[in-house]
Nanobody, 118 residues
Framework: QVQFEESGGALVQPGGSLRLSCAAS????????MGWWRQAPGKEREYVAE???????KYVDSVKGRFTISRDIDKNMLYLQMNNLNPEDTAIYYC????????????WGRGTQVTVSS
């Protein structure tokens, strides 16, 4: 059974930083494209970033230069370093393997809440 457990979300002031973590079980992160999505209140879930199994990274334009996706193959973990956060980044963040349509490949975890507010 494939499961994802996200952590690291918090309340942070604009301009601050957070590092999100994703523990994957039932799937090996180095064998699939892994990604982060977010869902803001009243909006659909949005693709944010991915790291392909070969190591190439991709980002949505709104986070380029501010967010960095990475993985630890030994720990089977996925990370999202978020810098220079702004209120528009407020959302629940989720990790998953990336399907061909940039949706999630397996069932979603509970996510982790990121709130950017002064």
């Amino acid at each position: 059974q494939v499961q994802f457990e996200e952590s690291g979300g918090a309340l942070v002031q604009p301009g601050g930083s957070l590092r999100l973590s994703c523990a994957a079980s039932g799937v090996t992160v180095r064998h699939v494209d892994m990604g982060w999505w977010r869902q803001a209140p009243g909006k659909e879930r949005e693709y944010v970033a991915e790291v392909m199994f070969g190591g190439t990274t991709k980002y949505v334009d709104s986070v380029k230069g501010r967010f960095t996706i990475s993985r630890d193959i030994d720990k089977n973990m996925l990370y999202l370093q978020m810098n220079n956060l702004n209120p528009e980044d407020t959302a629940i963040y989720y990790c998953n393997a990336v399907a061909a349509n940039r949706g999630g490949l397996w069932a979603w975890g509970r996510g982790t809440q990121v709130t950017v507010s002064s």
